[in-house]
C-alpha cells in the first residue's frame, strides 16, 4: 500500500513538473496583446534606425525646450499607450526613482483628485492598476493660472494631463510632479 501511494505521489509530481515545461511553437506565447514597455522601446529604436538620421534627431531633441516637447505631442514618457498593468509599473518606478525621470516630458490620463491643504492645493491624476485595488498618483501643476473649483474638473473625472516631470523638497520631503502641465478632461 505505500508503494501504490508513493507511485501516485511521483507521477502527480512528475505531471507537475511537466506541466511547466516550454510552450511548443503552435501555442501562442503572449496571450495578451497589450504592448509591454519594452516593445515600445524596441519599435522605437527600430524607428530611429529606419530613418538613418539619429543624430540629427537628437539634436533636434537636444534643442527643444521642455515645454515645446510636451506642446508637440512627442513625449519621453507617453503612459496613455500601455496597459493598465505597464503603466501602474511605469509609475510605481517614476515614484521609487524619480531621478531617471526628472525633466522628461510625461503624458498620462487618469482621475482626478484634490488635496486641499492650508498653504496651497494638490492637484493630481490618480492611476489604478488592472484590478483597481492599487493606485499611485502624480501631481500636477498647470501652466496657466487656474482656479478651483471653477477650472478643475470634478473629483474623480478622467483626465489627460501632460508635463515635464520634475521633482520638490517640502517639510524635509521629497515629492513629484508634473510642471508646466495641461490637463483635458
Known amino acids: 500500500m505505500k508503494k501504490m501511494i508513493c507511485?501516485?505521489?511521483i507521477i502527480v509530481?512528475?505531471?507537475t513538473l511537466a506541466a511547466c515545461g516550454r510552450q511548443t511553437k503552435g501555442r501562442t506565447q503572449n496571450m495578451n496583446q497589450e504592448k509591454t514597455v519594452s516593445d515600445i522601446l524596441a519599435q522605437a529604436d527600430s524607428e530611429a534606425q529606419d530613418t538613418g538620421d539619429t543624430a540629427k534627431e537628437e539634436a533636434?531633441?537636444?534643442s527643444k525646450s521642455p515645454a515645446s516637447v510636451a506642446l508637440d505631442g512627442d513625449f519621453d514618457v507617453d503612459l496613455t499607450v500601455l496597459g493598465s498593468t505597464i503603466v501602474y509599473a511605469e509609475v510605481y518606478n517614476m515614484m521609487m526613482t524619480p531621478e531617471d525621470y526628472v525633466g522628461k516630458s510625461v503624458k498620462m490620463e487618469g482621475a482626478f483628485a484634490v488635496y486641499e491643504g492650508e498653504e496651497r492645493n494638490y492637484y493630481a491624476c490618480i492611476i489604478e492598476d488592472a484590478t483597481a485595488c492599487c493606485a499611485q498618483g502624480i501631481e500636477f501643476v498647470l501652466r496657466e493660472n487656474a482656479v478651483y473649483p471653477d477650472d478643475y474638473p470634478a473629483l474623480g473625472e478622467n483626465i489627460t494631463v501632460t508635463g515635464?516631470?520634475?521633482?520638490?523638497?517640502e517639510e524635509?520631503?521629497?515629492?513629484?510632479?508634473?510642471i508646466h502641465a495641461e490637463m483635458e478632461s
Do not use: A, H, P, R
Open 7 to 9: 507511485m501516485i505521489n
Open 13 to 15: 509530481l512528475l505531471f
Open 60 to 62: 533636434k531633441e537636444e
Open 164 to 169: 515635464i516631470f520634475d521633482t520638490y523638497e
Open 172 to 178: 524635509g520631503n521629497s515629492y513629484c510632479q508634473l
